[in-house]
């Protein structure tokens, strides 16, 4: 499947989770499925709209909480450990384009993003591609991360920093 094949597949199974009731958690969880391309864990919850560039690199544990208007732009790569919870509107980003203004429209850069188990990340985070939240980090609301989170702390600002271990 060509890159463009793969966009215009997630952008459809996207397009049609977004038509399902929030009521029906298992017709998402199914069409969640079909978009990664991997069975998911019945305690997926998840609230429509969401939406993905590519959807097959998405892996996602037990017992996540996904938020109404996430995006996930997985061509690098998103895996999702076990018990985390994502706020509305967070943007999980693992592509972007080179600076070279030369190579900028020819080019695509990527890496992966991990976001550990028992994390949490508040509405509106943004989480940039490379990056590894480790296990149960608190991200605030708003904050843009650029590079890696330690576990067992809460990060903010832009681009967030720690602001504090948490016990």
Known sequence: MSFVEKVQRAIRLTEEINQLRYADQEAIQRGWSELTGQEVDETLHLIP?????????I??????FVNQGCRF??????EIGDDVMIGPNVSLITSGHPLD???RRRAVTSAPI???????LGASSLVMQ??????NAVVAAGAVVTRDVPPNTLVGG??????????
């Open 114 to 120: 991990r976001i550990e188990r028992n994390v949490w």
């Open 101 to 103: 203004p030369e190579q």
């Open 130 to 135: 490379g990056v590894t939240v480790g296990e």
């Open 73 to 78: 732009n997985d061509i690098g790569g998103i």
């Open 59 to 64: 892996r996602i544990g037990r017992n996540v």
């Open 158 to 167: 832009v681009p967030a920093s720690v602001i504090r271990e948490i016990a």
């Open 49 to 57: 709209p969401v939406y993905s560039d590519h959807g097959i690199n």
